[in-house]
């Protein structure tokens, strides 16, 4: 008999959820044009609906009007992105999540007390570029072999991270500098992993050693939904990323007993429960 074991933690984390309430009221009370700058948050199913609503994404400013409503994102924006909106007069509706908004007030903390900012996190995605943004010369480290042996030596330096990142990356990324630059003269660690992102790697780990699957519900663009995939898989190696109902679920739940189901912090509980009405029905045909 197939049964399904759900996270805990499901559906959106309370930075996302503010979001999409944000964009969803604005949509509805807006006599503009509604735009956003880039995907409002990591995804697509969610992204369908607000473009439903009359929501128009865009990737620049440049054929924007002063009468435009900007939403900004929820993962941060550059502080150019905010200069040339303040100059072209454009509404703005920052949707930034409170918690990636702190991580950002403690990068530009540490960069005016003079220390040598290191950012561990992925340094393509938007939450990082906007933080590079606040300390110019920042480092990134994404893995810990990336850490060279004495380039932090003699220096003072302040480490935090990106909020979805794994907190067993960055604890290991501090233990390795520390190893590798034994003359630093300084070192200023804040753990900026976001607590809601702690809890569903936490939960990924135990769903993964009790089931005989373990499905993560979410975007395969998204940082925090990508790294439960990595957590899962490293604990169970039939750890699938399902992004909508419409994965062969047939195919990826054969000879299964337990089926885990665990979301990224982006994805909404109405997928969640789609998904697991799917797995119900394939129950029941296979019971015929």
């Known amino acids: 008999m197939l049964s399904v074991k759900l996270a805990k933690n499901i559906g959106f984390c309370s930075g996302v959820r503010r979001a999409v309430n944000i964009v969803e009221e604005t ?3 807006s006599k503009s044009k509604v735009y956003s700058l880039g995907p409002v948050i990591h995804n697509p199913e969610v992204i369908k609906q607000l473009k439903e609503k009359n929501l128009c994404i865009v990737n620049s400013l440049d054929n924007l009007e002063g009468s435009s409503t900007l939403i900004l994102p929820s993962h941060g924006s550059p502080r150019n992105i905010l200069d040339t909106a303040k ?3 454009l509404r703005l509706i920052d949707v930034t999540c409170p918690y990636v908004s702190l991580v950002q007030k403690i990068c530009v903390l540490l960069h005016k ?4 900012v290191i950012i561990v996190g992925d340094r393509k995605h938007p939450e990082v570029r906007a933080l590079l943004d606040l300390a110019p010369g920042a480092y990134t480290i994404e893995k810990i072999k990336d850490i060279k042996e004495d380039i932090f030596s003699y220096k003072k330096i302040g480490i935090i991270s990106q909020t979805t990142q794994t907190k067993d990356i960055f604890f ?5 500098i520390l190893q590798k630059n034994p003359l630093i003269k300084e070192v200023h660690v804040y753990n900026t992993v976001c607590l809601d992102t702690v809890r569903r790697q936490d939960e990924a780990k135990k769903l ?5 699957i373990l499905l993560v519900i979410g975007s395969r663009h998204s940082a925090n939904t990508k790294r439960l995939l990595c957590i899962g898989r490293k604990i169970n190696k039939r750890t699938h990323l399902v992004e909508n109902e419409k994965a062969n679920l047939n195919k990826i739940l054969k000879k299964a007993n337990k089926v885990g189901l665990i979301s990224g912090a982006s994805t909404p ?20």
Request: aromatic share 2%.
């Open 269 to 288: 509980q109405w997928l969640v429960k789609k998904i697991v009405k799917k797995i119900i029905n394939l129950r029941k045909e296979k019971l015929k």
């Open 87 to 89: 100059k072209k007069r």
């Open 208 to 212: 993964a050693d009790s089931v005989d």
């Open 27 to 29: 949509l509805i009370q």
């Open 113 to 116: 007390q003079g220390l040598e």
């Open 172 to 176: 290991g990324v501090v233990s390795e």
